[in-house]
């Protein structure tokens, strides 16, 4: 009868082990792995949009205005000559920041 007892208990601990690592992998995929997907998602659209004569800022930190679209990159202007990037070391916080398409009248 005590032989009986201890098995119940032991599979009670299994289902919450289990339980638990289930709780475990959804708060992962939640904290982690949903929100990578979507920046890398935005990065995507991001890059597609790009235009010429969009001023942009790289991740290093240059200044220029796309002059030339490739399908391996993209050549920047700037004021030393024409530099040739990847389109994903392009950034997109600071461009949209410091040059908003829509630009106000003067009066």
Same mark, same amino acid.
């Given at each position: 009868?005590? #032989? ?6 032991? @599979? ?15 708060? !992962?995929?939640?904290? !982690? ?5 979507? $920046? ?10 790009? $235009? /010429? ?5 790289? #991740? ?12 391996? @990159?993209?050549? /920047? ?9 990847? $389109? ?6 600071? #461009? !949209? ?9 003067? $009066?």
């Amino acid at each position: 009868m005590i #032989t009986i007892f201890l098995d119940a208990a032991q @599979g009670g601990g299994f289902q919450s082990m289990i339980l638990l690592f289930a709780i475990f992998i959804g708060f !992962m995929y939640f904290t !982690m792995i949903r929100p990578q997907m979507r $920046k890398q998602k935005q990065e995507k659209t991001f890059q597609e949009s790009l $235009k /010429v004569g969009s001023r942009i800022v790289t #991740t290093s930190g240059l200044h220029g205005r796309i002059s030339q679209i490739q399908e391996d @990159g993209v050549i /920047v202007e700037t004021l030393s000559g024409k530099l040739k990037f990847e $389109k994903a070391a392009i950034s997109r916080e600071f #461009t !949209m920041a410091r040059f908003p398409e829509e630009k106000e009248e003067k $009066k």
